[in-house]
T-cell receptor, first 118, second 111 residues
């Protein structure tokens, strides 16, 4: 099945370390997203990419950077991790189909990466 | 800016009907979506409303009133497996076509 995968699934690191979270998809979607989830705050957008050459900041991009290596790969980096970046991180994809109502609003999420910064 | 409000928790019994409300404030509203997330899992798409009215998909229905900036998710014939968190999300064309998610409603279904 076409899927969205994330590695690692769990990571514990120390303050100041550089961390990279990776996302791969076999759905053939152009649009990819990185979200952060904290309890009681829902999902917040960190970065998004509508194609390989188009990368944009989301609501909470400070302290994060991304790389879109290919249509199928979108990586999130924390250059110098800090404890308040402890959260659950999700990658998502979407592929708006102009022939299908609602497809613009359907996102497909990876299984998530639980990151703990000590 | 954008903001969405949902009740934090809802509890119901098996077989019952429950409604989860969502109110939103956004400048370039495009549509309202609903996602389900089980504990430890990823959000999964449930439904979308682009126009006013009710959309039905099996036991789940979703409603939108754009004039009231309000929508709801209706779950019928509740089952234990429906225990999960439910998020509403709007896409805002004035926000780079990004999705803004509500804080989520935790639904507990009791036997």
């Amino acid at each position: 099945d076409a899927d969205v995968t994330q590695t690692p699934r769990n990571r514990i690191t120390k303050t100041g370390k550089r961390i990279m979270l990776e996302c791969s998809q076999t759905k053939g979607h152009d649009r990819m997203y990185w979200y952060r989830q904290d309890p009681g705050l829902g999902l917040r957008l960190i970065y998004y990419s509508f194609d390989v050459k188009d990368i944009n900041k989301g609501e909470i991009s400070d302290g994060y950077s991304v790389s879109r290596q290919a249509q199928a790969k979108f990586s999130l980096s924390l250059e110098s991790a800090i404890p308040n970046q402890t959260a659950l991180y999700f990658c998502a994809t979407s592929d708006p189909d102009r022939g299908r109502e609602g497809s613009y609003n359907e996102q497909f999420f990876g299984p998530g990466t639980r990151l703990t910064v000590l | 800016g954008q903001s969405l409000e949902q009740p934090s928790e809802v509890t119901a019994v098996e077989g019952a009907i429950v409604q989860i409300n969502c109110t939103y404030q956004t400048s370039g509203f495009y549509g309202l979506s609903w996602y389900q997330q089980h504990d430890g899992g990823a959000p999964t798409f449930l439904s979308y409303n682009g126009l006013d009215g009710l959309e039905e998909t099996g036991r789940f229905s979703s409603f939108l009133s754009r004039s009231d900036s309000y929508g709801y998710l209706l779950l019928q014939e509740l089952q234990m497996k429906d225990s999960a968190s439910y998020f509403c999300a709007v896409r805002d064309d004035n926000y780079g076509q990004n999705f803004v998610f509500g804080p989520g409603t935790r639904l507990s279904v009791l036997p």
